[in-house]
Structures are given as structure tokens and as C-alpha cells.
């Protein structure tokens, strides 16, 4: 996922570094062409999985029959059981974002916004300290080749946070809908009441959008977020957290999410 250049830096040598290797995978579904992500390929099926459930596309599992990955032409091909119900009409209007390489979102999943309501959680500084201090930690693609985001999802039901899944891609919404895949599959272990979501990325609209959408109450990001963002989360009464670094943090919204240690605040 990652492949050895040559560069000359700012002195007229050569060194050699790592980018990361991107892969272009165009999704069909019932063989109508979809759309075409560009992606580190690590887990494609959860990619898939995850697009079409944040697209609104498909609302179960038992829906799809088949996604097959073929990397020599770059394609999965989705089989569903009985086909998507006007799926030409359903993919036409699209909310262009501020997503890297350009996301999108279906304009029907604006109006299904009403309609959530996350479950009650909370996240104590401890574990937000926790949350931070692993992704540090972290092995990635990112401290040997930079240019990629991570996402992460974390387990807050017992006294420390624990990681439950981490997946870096070129773009961070890549990586948040591998999550979502991976999350579809695991529905009956992952107690999303229980959950916080992270991301190396801002958290634009759309990424408030999608973790609403997987059931997640409480985000945090290392990095800021943007005004529609924050507009969403307020909406949503959902927990963002942003400027994420060691003990530091700034909550835009939602604040009584956070159970508030004193002796956390005062270190």
C-alpha cells in the first residue's frame, strides 16, 4: 500500500521516501456502473458495504447477495437479491462536499437527518486521553508515508477505551465507510451506544452526517470542524470534539456527553 521514490529536497539531494499507492475501484451494482473511489484497497468489501448503506442505498444486510472484487480491472460488482428500487432516480441529485478527492453525498440523505436519534453516551477525559495517546501510538501508513487519513473506532463500556478497529485510506471518507462496513457486519457485537468514532480528518458535514447515520454519538477529531458541521452536530445532539492532541481538546458541541474529571482538568 505504500511504494519507495526518489525525491531531491530542498538542498539538491536525493533521498528516498514513501508515498501511499492508490488504487482506483469503480463500484457496479446489478452491473450499472455507480461510481469510482480511489482507495488504498485494504478491506474493499467493507468499502463497499459501507458507501452503499451511507448513500442510503441498501437498509440490510439481506439485501445484497454477492460484492466481488476483481483488482486486475479495478471493479467490485455488487449483486443485490432484488435489485435497488429507483436507483437511477435515487443516484441523480448529488450534494457535492468538501471531502477528500471530492465526496458526495445523495441528496435524500439530507431529508433522513429528522429521522435520527442517537442513543444516550458519554465519554470521560480519561478515555478521550486514551483514545488520543493510541492513535499516537499507532503503527501506520501515516508515520512511514504521510498523505493518507485513519479512522478509528473505539469501546468506552468498560472504564478504558479500547480499539476496535483502525483502517487508513487516501481519503478520510474512504476510511470512515470501511468502518461502516466492518461495523454492518459485526451489528450484533457492536453496541453503538457504547462507541466513539475518530478521525485524523475535520469533521465536515458530511462526516457528522455518516457518523450519525452508523449511530454514533461521540466523534472526535484531531483536527478542527467546519460551521455546517458543527450546525448538524448541534442538530443531531451529537459530541464532536476536535483539536483532539494528548490531554488537550476542544468540545463544539453537545458538552454533557463529557463526564468532566477535575483532577484531569487540573493536570
Not at 13 to 29: G, W
Not at 59 to 78: F, K, M, P, R, Y
Request: include cysteine.
Amino acid at each position: 500500500m505504500v511504494r519507495e521514490v526518489v525525491v531531491t529536497d530542498e538542498f539538491g539531494q536525493s533521498r528516498t521516501l514513501f508515498i501511499p499507492a492508490e488504487r482506483a475501484l469503480t463500484i457496479y451494482v446489478d452491473k450499472r456502473e455507480l461510481v469510482t473511489l480511489m482507495t488504498l484497497g485494504a478491506h474493499p468489501e467493507w468499502l463497499v458495504l459501507g458507501y452503499l448503506r451511507n448513500q442510503r442505498l441498501v437498509e440490510t444486510l439481506d439485501e445484497i447477495e454477492s460484492i466481488t472484487v476483481d483488482w486486475d480491472v479495478g471493479a467490485a460488482a455488487v449483486k443485490t437479491r432484488n435489485g435497488i428500487s429507483d436507483i437511477e432516480k435515487r443516484t441523480e441529485k448529488r450534494v457535492v462536499t468538501t471531502g477528500c478527492g471530492q465526496g458526495s453525498l445523495f441528496g435524500d440523505v439530507l431529508d433522513a437527518l429528522d429521522g435520527i436519534q442517537l442513543p444516550a453516551a458519554h465519554v470521560t477525559q480519561t478515555q478521550l486521553e486514551e483514545i488520543t495517546d493510541t492513535i499516537r501510538l499507532q503503527d501506520s501508513i501515516y508515520k512511514k508515508a504521510g498523505s493518507v487519513h485513519g479512522c478509528a473506532l473505539f469501546s468506552t463500556q468498560d472504564t478504558h477505551a479500547e480499539k476496535l478497529i483502525f483502517v487508513e485510506d487516501v481519503g478520510r471518507h474512504n476510511a470512515i465507510d470501511t468502518i461502516a462496513g466492518w461495523m454492518w457486519l459485526q451489528e450484533n457485537k457492536v453496541q453503538t451506544q457504547e462507541v466513539v468514532f475518530y478521525t485524523t480528518g475535520r469533521l465536515t458535514s458530511e462526516m457528522v452526517m455518516k457518523s450519525a447515520q452508523m449511530g454514533i454519538p461521540i466523534v472526535v477529531s484531531r483536527s478542527g470542524m467546519t460551521e455546517m458541521g458543527l450546525a448538524l452536530a448541534q442538530q443531531l445532539n451529537l459530541c464532536a470534539i476536535g483539536r483532539a492532541t494528548n490531554k488537550r481538546f476542544l468540545c463544539f458541541s453537545a458538552p454533557e456527553r463529557v463526564q468532566w474529571q477535575a483532577m484531569v482538568v487540573a493536570a
